[in-house]
């Protein structure tokens, strides 16, 4: 399946009281002052064809495992510096990352370069990348997933009556058990949304800036959101792009995936009934029922290596671009046909298992399988299209349960600093889950709701009206006073 996407920041002498598990008389472990980054040559990063990824600069910092124990074990995080273009008009530092978990963020200032960050934005801000912890060149973790494993992704097969969860049960139990006999197992316990905010504190003072600002999307919404709560006092302008709620990927967050699809998919349902050619129906109900038809038959019959569960998952992840519709549609109408597609290729061991890492150890999953029967009873009546895969059980019901600290609350406490912008029709993070976060948030945050479909607004999105907001917050501090709603935009 897709990947998602990721950020965080951390901590204070002040932030420690409200630190779970750190008293308010302990030393600030993650304001210690770490030693300079120094910046040399990245290592070379596939993919990276962006004309700003030569001026990309690499370093490494220290940070500790447990953040109780600042002067125990030692891992290594990788952080990147696309520095700005003209220090006259640099106002500070802008970390970023771009979701997951489980994304290498090593190279993203370089594509958000790429992909359009306004030059006002990139002349005042060094834009800042990292691979989090567990992530990539960041001290990576492992579960030892086989290549069969890495095949089938994030998401568990569609799970059609309550045999089916119980029969997905061993193999979830199996991947949990591989990640915690794994040689990286002492990770387990510290691989967690909270540490990773209290890395990118740490990166904060290796860069000698009393504040950062930052961009996040999709997991790197929650990121975000955790650090700037950890760590009020140091956030400077903070931008949420693709907002989940402020519980993250926990099990509720995770089944809301479903409601993602169905909010999306008559985007999709629309734009083939438009174009006839396809065979997929004439009206936007023709295609949802064709969307059935084919799952149906492809859980009896695979085509190749797509079988009902795969069918879903791909759709899904082809709504999270409009430029990706007509390939669905192709697509579709291959499968239709009985024509083969070719197999998705696997899903890298490290992502797959850093996101195990991070959702597992964030929160507490139910640990039996009649609540997760319970669960994908009701996802399949509600959401019908995917709700039997997100409310299936995961490896996280059978998790170590070796966890430090509870997950950090998102709350109203802090400066009023933060701009949240969303798609209304977003598959992967739902406008449900980002009101629950607007909320969470109070007075602290302004909403920009863009009336489009599609994962990402910033600075990937079609509507001006949201690009343009998050340009004026992140060079003026411009932000709106109350919630802004932008219309849809004709294309161009």
Same mark, same amino acid.
């Given at each position: ?83 700005? /273009? #003209? ?5 500070? @530092?802008?970390?970023?990352? *771009?979701? +997951?978990? %489980?994304? =290498? ?13 306004? /030059? #006002? ?5 060094? @834009?800042?990348?990292?691979? *989090?912890? +567990?992530? %990539?060149? =960041? ?354």
């Amino acid at each position: 399946m897709r990947k998602f996407l990721a950020l965080a920041l951390a901590a204070t002498a002040v932030a420690a009281a409200a630190m779970p598990g750190v008293s308010a008389a302990t030393p600030d472990t993650a304001a210690a002052t770490p030693d300079p980054l120094r910046w040399g040559p990245c290592p070379q990063q596939a993919g990276s064809r962006d004309a700003d990824a030569p001026r990309l600069e690499c370093a490494t910092l220290g940070v500790p495992l447990d953040y109780r124990d600042p002067g125990g074990r030692q891992i290594e995080i990788a952080v990147s510096r696309l520095a700005s /273009k #003209d220090p006259s008009k640099r106002r500070g @530092v802008l970390l970023t990352n *771009p979701g +997951g978990p %489980g994304g =290498s963020g090593l190279d993203y200032p370089a594509l958000l370069a790429g992909a359009g960050l306004p /030059k #006002d934005v990139l002349d005042s801000y060094d @834009v800042i990348g990292f691979d *989090p912890r +567990g992530v %990539g060149r =960041s001290t990576p973790v492992t579960c030892d997933l086989t290549p069969r494993q890495q095949a089938r992704g994030n998401f568990p097969p569609y799970a059609h009556t309550a045999a089916d969860v119980a029969q997905e049960a061993p193999y979830a139990r199996a991947v949990a058990e591989q990640c915690a006999t794994s040689r990286t197992a002492w990770m387990l316990p510290h691989t967690t949304t909270a540490n990773t905010a209290r890395d990118m504190d740490r990166i904060r003072a290796a860069l000698g800036e009393p504040k950062i600002s930052y961009l996040g999307a999709s997991y790197g919404s929650y990121l975000g959101a955790v650090y700037t709560t950890l760590f009020p006092a140091r956030s400077d302008r903070i931008v949420l792009d693709s907002n989940m709620g402020p519980d993250g990927y926990s099990p509720t967050g995770f089944r809301l995936l479903g409601r993602g699809m169905e909010d999306r998919f008559p985007d999709f349902a629309a734009y083939a009934a438009a174009h006839p050619e396809y065979g997929l129906g004439t009206t936007p109900q023709e295609v949802r029922a064709t969307f059935f038809e084919l799952a149906e038959r492809l859980d009896a019959e695979p085509v190749g290596a797509i079988d009902g569960t795969l069918f879903r998952g791909v759709t899904f992840e082809r709504l999270y671009a409009d430029g990706l519709l007509p390939r669905l549609a192709e697509e579709w109408r291959a499968l239709d046909k009985g024509e083969p597609l070719p197999a998705p290729p696997p899903v890298p061991e490290n992502l797959l298992a850093s996101h195990l890492y991070v959702i597992c150890g964030d929160s507490r999953w139910p640990g039996k399988i009649r609540d997760y029967q319970r669960g994908t009873a009701i996802d399949r009546l509600t959401y019908p299209m995917l709700g039997g895969s997100t409310g299936n059980i995961k490896p996280c019901a059978y998790w170590p349960d070796s966890r430090v600290e509870p997950p950090v609350r998102i709350g109203d406490r802090g400066p009023s600093n933060v701009l949240m912008v969303q798609n209304e029709r977003d598959p992967g993070t739902p406008l449900a889950g980002a009101m629950k976060l607007r909320r969470a948030f109070g007075d602290r945050a302004t909403m920009v709701t863009a009336d489009q479909g599609g994962h990402g607004v910033y600075p990937f999105g079609r509507t001006l009206c949201a690009s343009s907001t998050v340009t004026a917050f992140l060079v003026d501090g411009e932000r709106p006073a109350e919630d802004l709603a932008c219309a849809a935009e004709p294309d161009e």
